[in-house]
C-alpha cells in the first residue's frame, strides 16, 4: 500500500500543494488529473523525494519509501528529458540497472535479458541500437516504459505518459498498464484528458494545490469538483 499523510509543498513562500493525503492499495492503477499549474507534478516529485517538502509523510508497504527508491521507477514528462543527449535505446533502457549494479560496473546477463524482454514488450527490441534522438515522439515514449519495465519495480509513477505519442504507442501503454496491475504493481498516472481514457482507472485523484476529490470515476468527475478544480467556465466543458 502506498500511504501519503498531509504532504505539503512550499516554494519561495509561496504553497504549491497543501495537506495532501490518500491511500492506494497494492494492484491499483491511479490516474491524477486538474488544470494546469494544480501541482499534479510536483506531487509524484514530492513523493518521490525529489523536491523538498514542508511537511508530510510517504511510506511504501509501511516503510518511509525514500528509503526504498529502489522499488520504484519514474518516468518523466517528454519536455523535461533531453533528447540531443547522445545515447543508444538499448543504453537508455540499461541505466534502469545502474543503481543495482553501480555506476562504473558491468551488466549481469540477468540485466541484459530484462532489458531485452522489456524491449521486446514495447515493440521497441529491433530499434535498440537507434540514437534516442532520431525516434519519434511515441517511440521515445516506448523506451522509457521498458526502462521502468526493467527496474522491476513495484510502484511505477507516469507523469503524462499520452501526451503527444501516436496511437499504436498508445495501445501498448494501455495495455501494459492493465498487465501492470494485474501482476499487483501499483501505479500513478498524471493524466490531462478528461474524456474516456479516464475509464482505465480504478481511482482519480483530482487536485488543485490540495486534494479535491478521491475516488472512482463517477465519485471524482462531477459537475462540482470539475467546478472547483477548473472553475466554473471549463467545468461546464468536461461535464
Known amino acids: 500500500m502506498l500511504e501519503i499523510q498531509n504532504l ?8 504549491v500543494l497543501r495537506n495532501v493525503s490518500f491511500l492506494v492499495p497494492a494492484g491499483q492503477l491511479v490516474g491524477i488529473i486538474g488544470p494546469n499549474g494544480a501541482g499534479k507534478s510536483t506531487l509524484v516529485e514530492a513523493i518521490l523525494n525529489l523536491v523538498p517538502v514542508t511537511q508530510g509523510v510517504v511510506r511504501f508497504k509501511g516503510l518511509p519509501l525514500k528509503r526504498q527508491l529502489t522499488q520504484t521507477a519514474y518516468v518523466p514528462q517528454r519536455s523535461r528529458i533531453d ?5 543508444t535505446v538499448w543504453n537508455v533502457v540499461m541505466m534502469a540497472q545502474t543503481v543495482q549494479t553501480g555506476l562504473f560496473k558491468g551488466f549481469s546477463r540477468q540485466a541484459r535479458e530484462l532489458a531485452r524482454v522489456a524491449l521486446e514488450r514495447v515493440n521497441m527490441y529491433e530499434l535498440r541500437d537507434r540514437p534516442i534522438g532520431e525516434l519519434s515522439g511515441g517511440q521515445q515514449q516506448r523506451v522509457f516504459l521498458a526502462r521502468a519495465l526493467a527496474k522491476e519495480a513495484e510502484l511505477l509513477i507516469f507523469d503524462e505518459p499520452f501526451t503527444a505519442v501516436d496511437r499504436k504507442t498508445e495501445d501498448i501503454i494501455f495495455d501494459i498498464f492493465q498487465e501492470l496491475r494485474s501482476e ?7 493524466n490531462h484528458d478528461l474524456g474516456d481514457s479516464l475509464a482505465i482507472y480504478d481511482q482519480l485523484l483530482l487536485i488543485n494545490k490540495h486534494l479535491i476529490a478521491h475516488g472512482t470515476r463517477q465519485e471524482v468527475v462531477t459537475s462540482d469538483n470539475l467546478e472547483r478544480a477548473y472553475g466554473r467556465g471549463l467545468a461546464r466543458v468536461f461535464a
Open 8 to 15: 505539503s509543498v512550499d516554494y519561495r513562500g509561496a504553497c
Open 83 to 87: 533528447w540531443d543527449y547522445p545515447v
Open 184 to 190: 499487483g504493481k501499483t501505479l500513478l498516472v498524471i
